[in-house]
């Protein structure tokens, strides 16, 4: 497809459960960022990926929290024995990243944590 | 916290009518950017000024910086009903990365 592609769109599980969400970013993209966006908020940087570079991780909240980028395309953000406050909606974007290039927001995975 | 501040948190406008949002932030610039959410729905970008730049116009939208206030706001004119949404203001640092801050978004509500 021609945008970025999120999935699930929507997660519902239990406390302690482990998550994988899933970001297909445009292609040609070289950037692809992960952000959490709580009800009513603004969002909130989790992690970067540029190229083959190493990820600034400087916004995971704990070390539940971990991501993934394969071949430099597709990535995965991993939340591990998730509890109630990881409920929120995680979305991901991506860019060229050739420096103050807007970013393309898929539509994110809702994650509810009973 | 690292957000910037939007005001006003909701606005509630009739069609036809101007609506004009306020975004401050802390730190220097490279750019400043703004995005729309429709409920639901990822952002959409809008508009991008660069910390050089005074004003900037894209169709119904006009967006100023004032890097010495370290504040922006953006103006939709002639607005519409299929203008609500959320808005965000997001900064881009001189980090030499397009890690972008948010603001906490203006919920814009368009009657008819």
């Known amino acids: 497809g021609a945008g970025v592609s999120q999935s699930p769109s929507n997660k519902v599980t239990e406390k302690g459960k482990d998550v994988e969400l899933r970001c297909d970013p445009i292609s040609g993209h070289t950037a692809l960022y992960w952000y959490r966006q709580s009800l009513g908020q603004g969002l909130e940087f989790l992690i970067y990926f540029q190229g083959n570079s190493a990820p600034d991780k400087s916004g995971l909240p704990s070390d539940r929290f971990s991501a993934e980028r394969t071949g430099g395309s597709v990535s995965t953000l991993t939340i591990q024995r998730t509890q109630q406050e990881d409920s929120a909606v995680y979305l991901c974007?991506?860019?060229?990243?050739?420096?103050?290039?807007?970013?393309?927001f898929g539509d994110g995975t809702r994650l509810s944590i009973l | 916290s690292q957000q910037g501040e939007e005001d006003p948190q909701a606005l509630s406008i009739q069609e036809g009518e101007n609506a004009t949002m306020n975004c401050s932030y802390k730190t220097s610039i490279n750019n400043l950017q703004w995005y729309r959410q429709n409920s639901g729905r990822g952002l959409v970008h809008l508009i991008l000024?660069?910390?050089?730049?005074r004003e900037k116009h894209s169709g119904r939208l006009r967006v100023t910086l004032d890097t010495s206030k370290k504040s922006s706001s953006l103006l939709i004119t002639a607005s519409r009903a299929a203008d609500t949404a959320s808005y965000f203001c997001?900064?881009?640092?001189?980090?030499?990365?397009?890690?972008?801050?948010f603001g906490t978004g203006t919920r814009l509500l368009v009657s008819p």
């Open positions: 997001a900064t881009a640092g001189n980090t030499g990365f397009q890690k972008l801050v």
């Open positions: 974007a991506s860019s060229t990243d050739r420096g103050g290039q807007p970013q393309h």
């Open positions: 000024i660069r910390s050089n730049e």
